[in-house]
């Protein structure tokens, strides 16, 4: 047998050596193809309602951290840790409330700047400011606003998901219909109601339904930590000893020795009280929670009216 030539020999190891570089070359790119659609984008939220919403719209693609989630805690007592900031360096996408809410979140972004991070405020999404009521997600208006622009910041971060986002953001806006209808309704049955309450966090709400709030200065001035007026407590005392309002809501996450004692008062003063928070509820999304505070204020105007024997 004739024996082969060393260039022959040398030629076909080159060949064996460009198969395996051209096969482990296409591994590698069917490997980076693979983590870049298992890759998700990086999102952090300052509240857990807006991160829930995040969620229902990213689905599979996102991987959302709620930062305030705990409604067991007063939200304005937070204070932010070097485990907040860290999220924010990693995340693509950022979502909090403005209108002084949440003005921590302001400083630790400024404070770690990034470029390719796109930021969405609700506040600037309805023309809310600092000064105005920043208890916005009670708005009808809000999440529709937010729910669009984190389905517009997704998209342009994964191009190759557009149809599964706009399915998902037409499912989560159908899916505010039936809040929409239980505003609707209760505005039909008692718009021009009056109630009270312990602080603005239901505000937009109530304003939504027509129900006719008393005692502002009152409410602002425990939402703002500062001392309520003698004669404002007094009217506050009054309205719920007469029983000129229907209902007293208050926040339970916040419940100062004031808050308690207009509570019991009420209690005393068979006025219905109706409780709100302001962190969605573990176990619940952010259409059970509005639409389970709606019916708890339905019920608690029906019977704020059966007690005054007034009828709508």
């Given amino acids: 047998m004739k024996k ?5 020999h040398d030629a076909r190891r080159v060949l064996s050596l ?3 570089l051209v096969a482990g070359a296409a591994m590698l790119a069917i490997g980076h ?3 870049a659609q298992d890759a998700k984008i990086q999102v952090v939220a300052a509240e857990n309602f807006y991160g829930d919403v995040v969620h229902q719209l990213g689905g599979e693609h996102v991987d959302v951290t709620s930062i305030l989630s705990n409604p067991d805690e007063d939200p304005h007592l937070f204070e932010a840790s070097p485990k907040t ?4 360096q990693h995340a693509s996408l950022v979502v909090y409330n403005g209108a002084d809410y949440d003005p921590w979140m302001a400083k630790l972004l400024n404070a770690s700047k990034n470029a390719k991070r796109t930021i969405i405020v609700a506040a600037d999404l ?13 708005d009808p208006a809000t999440m529709p606003a937010v729910a669009r622009a984190v389905t517009a910041a997704l998209e342009t971060a994964d191009p190759a998901n557009k149809s599964a986002y706009d399915a998902n953001l037409a499912k989560f806006l159908d899916s505010l219909k039936p ?11 008692y718009a021009g109601v009056p109630v009270t309450a312990t602080e603005p966090v239901f505000g937009y709400m109530s304003d939504a339904i027509g129900l006719s709030m008393r005692n502002m200065r009152f409410q602002l001035a425990t939402m703002n930590d500062t001392e309520a007026s003698a004669s404002d407590i007094a009217a506050f005392e009054k309205d719920l000893r007469e029983k000129r309002v229907h209902v007293l809501i208050y926040n339970s996450q916040a419940t100062e020795a ?5 509570l019991k008062l009420a209690q005393q003063s068979h006025v219905p009280t109706m409780s709100v928070t ?3 509820p573990a176990g619940k999304n952010y259409q059970a929670w509005m639409s389970s505070q709606l019916d708890a204020l339905s019920a608690a105007l029906a019977a704020g009216q059966a007690n005054t024997g007034t009828t709508q």
């Fill in 278 to 280: 302001e962190t969605e």
């Fill in 33 to 35: 193809a693979a983590f």
């Fill in 179 to 189: 809040i929409d209808a239980k505003v609707a309704e209760l505005h039909g049955r």
């Fill in 18 to 20: 460009s198969k395996y």
């Fill in 4 to 8: 082969l030539s060393s260039k022959w």
């Fill in 85 to 88: 900031a860290r999220a924010l």
């Fill in 126 to 138: 309805i023309g809310k400011k600092s000064g105005d009521n920043p208890h916005l997600w009670y």
């Fill in 258 to 262: 004031l808050t308690k004692r207009m």
